[in-house]
C-alpha cells in the first residue's frame, strides 16, 4: 500500500503513467486503490497509529519516524517513514529533543600526574572491550544530589559499569570499574579516557588502571568534545529517564537502574548500529562478552 502512497503524494510533480512504471504496478491497480472507500484507509491508518503509538510510548517519548519505523521493521511490520511521519503528526506524538549539553560534574586535578590524550576524539572500535570512556553525572533529588558513574564501552555504546552514590568520591568511580571489570573482564591494553577529575586522576583509581596493564587517557582541561559519547550518554538519559525532581536517592536509583539495565543496554536502538540495541549488537556480530 505504501507504493499507492508515494504516487498519489508525487501526482502532483509526476505522471501516474510515469510513476507506476517506476514503481512496477499497473495504472489499474493504483487507480483501483484509489476508488476504495475511504472508510478501509482510515481503518488501516488508525490501526497502524495504534502500533506506532505503542512503540513510542515504550521509548518514553523519543523515537522519532527513523527508529519508530526501524522497531516496526523487527515487529514484521513494513511501512514507510513518510507514512509514520504523517501519522506521529496527526496524532500529536512529537520525540522529546535531546540536551546537546549538561554540565561539568568533575573538577581538574591540577596536581595529577600528566597523561596524555590517547583517545584522541577518535570514538570507534573494532572490537569490544578495546576502548572504555568514563565520566559522572548528578541526579537532583530531594534528598540531595545523586551522583552516577559511567563506563561507556565504545564498540557498542553499552553501559559496562555503573555505580551511584551519595558523594562523589573516589568510591563512586571505583565502584563502577569494579562492576565493569567482573562482568567484562577487560583485555590488557584496553584504552580508559576520562577527564582530569580528581576522583579518575587519584593514585588508588589509576593504579587499579595500571594494575590491568590498561593504556590510560584523559582528555584536554575543559574540552568536553574529547568525551562527546559519554556527553551523549548522559543528555539521553537526562531526557530519557529523568523526569524533574526524584522525591528521595532510592527512587533515583531504581529509576536509573531500570533505565540502564532494562532499557537502553538491550532495547534502545541506536542508529550508529544499524537500529540494534548495544548488546544485540555485540550479539549479532558474533563479539559478546559472556
Not at 121 to 135: C, G, H, I, L, Y
Not at 237 to 246: A, M, N, R
Request: with cysteine; proline share 3%; aromatic share 10%.
Amino acid at each position: 500500500m505504501e507504493r499507492y502512497e508515494f504516487i498519489q503524494e508525487q501526482a502532483d510533480e509526476h505522471t501516474v503513467k510515469d510513476l507506476c512504471a517506476t514503481m512496477k504496478i499497473r495504472r489499474s491497480s493504483y487507480y483501483a486503490w484509489k476508488r476504495r472507500k475511504p472508510r478501509v484507509h482510515a481503518m488501516e491508518d488508525e490501526l497502524m497509529k495504534r502500533m506506532i503509538e505503542a512503540v513510542f510510548k515504550e521509548s518514553k517519548r523519543t523515537y522519532g519516524s527513523r527508529r519508530l519505523k526501524a522497531s516496526l521493521e523487527r515487529a514484521g511490520i513494513n511501512t514507510s517513514r513518510r507514512r509514520v511521519s504523517r501519522l506521529m503528526k496527526a496524532a500529536g506524538m512529537a520525540p522529546k529533543q535531546v540536551e546537546k549539553w549538561h554540565p561539568q560534574t568533575t573538577k581538574p586535578d591540577e596536581k595529577h600526574e600528566k597523561v596524555p590524550n590517547l583517545l584522541n576524539q577518535d570514538f570507534t572500535a573494532e572490537r569490544p572491550d578495546q576502548k572504555w570512556v568514563v565520566d559522572i553525572t548528578y541526579i537532583a533529588t530531594k534528598e540531595g544530589w545523586l551522583y552516577l558513574a559511567v563506563i561507556l564501552d565504545l564498540y557498542s555504546r553499552a553501559v559496562v559499569g555503573w555505580s551511584m552514590q551519595s558523594r562523589m568520591s573516589k568510591a563512586l568511580v571505583i565502584a563502577a570499574w569494579e562492576m565493569a571489570c567482573a562482568w567484562r573482564h577487560p583485555p590488557e591494553e584496553l584504552l580508559h579516557h576520562s577527564d582530569q577529575g580528581s576522583q579518575y586522576a587519584s593514585k588508588a583509581y589509576l593504579n587499579l588502571l595500571r594494575d590491568k596493564n590498561c593504556r590510560i587517557s584523559m582528555s584536554a582541561k575543559g574540552n568536553c568534545y574529547d568525551n562527546a559519547c559519554m556527553e551523549s550518554f548522559f543528555s539521553s538519559l537526562k531526557i530519557e529517564c529523568v523526569d524533574g525532581v526524584y522525591k528521595n536517592r532510592e527512587e533515583a536509583r531504581l529509576s536509573i537502574f531500570e533505565y540502564i539495565e532494562t532499557w537502553y543496554n538491550r532495547k534502545r536502538l541506536h542508529s550508529t548500529l544499524d537500529y540494534l540495541s548495544p548488546l544485540e549488537y555485540e550479539e549479532i556480530k558474533g563479539a559478546r562478552v559472556q
